[in-house]
């Protein structure tokens, strides 16, 4: 379910298809933009449409590594791309197609989420990609962001869309408690002046519905059983989230 990567035998680069002529350059315009911004790691084009990120060399994190630190960085980078990566275009309804459809497919169940509820005036192309282990602590103890470029803008959801699916998917696929989950809105909502409080219950509904519904495809197509193990893992994990959100707008999973 991703994309390929290679190290390259000095183990200075990851090398990562991103598209050709124009269209990869535009995810190297990105990537340059979040380097500069500190977030994340160099990158230059390796020829036909590969390009060459900075390997980092560092440890992953994991939800055990969750800290004030952590909640600051992740509302740094929010508040970043909510200012550097808008966009014009963005259509919330195929948001909302999708979460009503995977709920009742899944739970029997309809879920009464407004049609205008994921709609957004102020459209970015968000990361994607907030998972723990998407994140790594250089040996210098920056903490950076990976694989940061293109999952907002391919053929998968979301596409444009409202920060707060960056938002959303940091508090589900942190965990976040209520405590934290407040923490780190707070941040974010100090960062740019954009209080996300009132929309944001929809799009952690939706973010946790996309998720669950992405790994049971994945889950469907695969026969490795050490796979098969993780992706029901995190199948599990999903609908429990998916269960808790779902609460607000009148439906139990």
Known sequence: ????????PDCRHVLKFD???YLGEQVRER??????????????SAGDGMSAYAFISG???????????????????CAFRFSVFRVDNADGRHLGEMARHNFEQEFGKQLALPSASLETSIPVLADARM???????????????????SHGDDHFQ??????????AGAIVEWALDEDSESYFVQKYWEH?????????PQFVLAYGIYRMAYVKMALNATHEQAERSRLERSYRFYGSRVGAASRVFGACA
């Open 19 to 21: 598209g050709l002529g």
């Open 131 to 149: 998972q723990p282990y998407e994140w790594v602590r250089s040996r210098d103890g920056k903490i950076l962001k990976v694989d940061a470029c």
């Open 31 to 44: 990537a340059r933009a979040i380097c500069e911004a500190g977030f994340g790691p160099g990158v230059e």
């Open 1 to 8: 379910m991703e994309r390929l990567k290679f190290l390259d």
């Open 158 to 167: 979301p596409g444009p869309t409202d920060i707060a699916w960056d938002l």
């Open 192 to 200: 740019t002046g954009d209080d996300p409080r009132v929309r944001l």
């Open 59 to 77: 440890s992953p994190l994991s939800r055990s590594d969750c800290s004030r630190e952590v909640l600051d960085r992740l509302a740094q980078y």
